[in-house]
């Protein structure tokens, strides 16, 4: 039994009713896909957002918080958890005036994006949105540091970057490896949730040919402006830090 994805297992093991009938004819990484637009085409027939039009200028925006909901900040998410301000489908539109916000802050949520055709429509509503001198600070796994430590003998590099256990276990997958390369495709696909791979390099590329001029490669923490840096301290190992400036 391979077991990078046990959560599929026990989909199908926990299965009752009509589910389970679905997953006999449909594979459970397939339904999982189809669950997961569905749900995001009810949000979006849903949640119109006029409320969020009305919140003001110099926002601080927080988009695809989860649970991780940040105080001060408008957290905005596509599933309802404590503290989300903004059930939305921000992947090509975000519900905020022109030039409204000062920051822009977003944690691997990033990678998520369909690169040709969600990405640049989202970096586009984000210069609207930004306020002259506004900052987007995106945060995603960094490709290249995986690359590096695939191609280094031994496991130790690989393991400090995801904070593996030491059987080798995911802290956020749940799963665990036996090859580097299963660590890899866990990461870079996450299943059918990530839909693109970064490094400093490319990230810069989409955000220049977005209209950002200025863009700065970060560090965990370290930003232009001190309060866009409320990372998560335990994604650090494996992140790239990047932020644009509208100017």
Not at 125 to 153: H, S
Not at 180 to 196: D, I, P, S, W, Y
Request: with cysteine; net charge positive.
């Amino acid at each position: 039994m391979l077991d990078i994805y046990p959560f599929y297992g026990r989909q199908l093991a926990d299965a009752k009713g009509a589910r389970r009938w679905v997953l006999r004819l449909i594979p459970a990484h397939v339904f999982a896909i189809v669950r997961s637009e569905c749900h995001l085409v009810r949000v979006r027939l849903t949640s119109r957002a006029a409320a969020a039009k009305r919140l003001g200028r110099h926002l601080m925006l927080n988009i695809g918080s989860g649970a991780d909901r940040k105080a001060g900040w408008v957290n905005v998410d596509v599933f309802s958890a404590p503290g989300i301000d903004i059930i939305y489908d921000c992947r090509k539109r975000l519900p905020f005036a022109d030039g409204s916000a000062r920051c822009i802050f977003t944690e691997h949520f990033f990678e998520h994006l369909e690169y040709t055709e969600e990405v640049p429509s989202f970096l586009a509503e984000c210069r609207r949105v930004l306020e002259d001198r506004g900052v987007l600070r995106i945060i995603v796994p960094d490709a290249e540091r995986y690359v590096r430590a695939y191609c280094t003998p031994g496991w130790s590099d690989m393991a400090a970057l995801r904070t593996l256990g030491p059987d080798r276990s995911d802290p956020f997958l749940e799963g665990r490896y036996d090859t580097k390369m299963e660590l890899l495709n866990a990461v870079f696909r996450q299943g059918h949730q990530h839909k693109f791979a970064y490094d400093y390099e490319t990230l810069a590329h989409v955000l220049k040919a977005s209209g950002f001029r200025t863009v700065i490669r970060q560090e965990f923490g370290r930003s232009v402006s001190d309060e866009c840096a409320i990372d998560r301290p335990e994604r650090a190992p494996e992140s790239l830090y990047v932020e644009a400036v509208k100017d």
